[in-house]
């Protein structure tokens, strides 16, 4: 069956991006991979059917247009209460949902078929995952560098994760970390 | 010659303890160590000559004893402005440095000869030695565990460290990480 995946680069003191949400050089490792980083990205292609964002990751404002390129052959779900008013310029397929994470779950289920779901994009949608208890596996992209301050990749919500490592891939500019996900949010909350 | 190597556990969401300064249990895997882990004790153990350590890992208060036991053939340097009333009652060696920081690396180095300085003992110690630009490698021993509050390992004196990921062993209580620090506050600051 499909898994849902938490795929997210963090420095290595925590941070998902800078203190007013920039991306801090931290995704600079997926356009320019060096090393194994290739691989992780390719096994990432190959695997994700689905991919569920925030709107920040889509582009802020009313008139932003999307990224128009992707690797990914995926459908793309942005969560969010006010999509942009003009419609998406580029190739790839965005869905806007604006009645939460679990209906933006099962539509991004339905796409990925037997191909997983990732989440990516953003803390605010990476916490709203861990708080639904919906993770099954977590896969972290550790990049060496200390940001110092930032916005918090699991920020109070991480507390309702346990995770086992599952494996590493090393490069230069990231250490690729995945977790299979034990115990999480709804689980322990008796949901 | 010598290196100075930052030595410690930190939870996935980049805590070195709890609200309250508590262990947590990141520092299980070093007393029960799994797999790999063992490998990486050992190294420990065999490349250190001295031990950096704040008072709060000595035992705080004024009757505190110390630990009685420990696998590290090295001298103890405890950094604290108030040292005990009584002497330590173990085996371990033990010295108070009411001196600041870089007294203790300098003490510790004579007494390390040609095995290396390890830091450990909190995020008092660590960021001291981060702000004063006094680290050559970090050691990491990443638990998956996620604590969702506590006291950051780095805080806010992460930003003026640069790394570069030289190594990473695997186990399943712990991801070790290794990084040989590029750029730290002292160079970066012009001292």
Redesign the interface.
Known sequence: MAKVVLDMAMS????AAGPGGEDSGLNDWFFAPAGRSREVIEESIASTGAIVMGRRTYGAGDDAEGFSETPYDAAHFVLTSTPPTRPPTGEVAFTFVTDGIASALEQARAAAGTRNVAVGGGPTTAQGFVEAGLLDEVQ?H?I??????GI??????????????T??V???DA?H?R?RVLRNGAAQHGH
């Open positions: 290595l003191d925590g941070f972290i550790l060496p560098v200390l940001l110092g301050q918090r990749l699991f920020g109070q919500a991480g507390e309702r994760l346990a995770l086992a490592p494996g590493v090393e490069a230069p250490t970390l977790y």
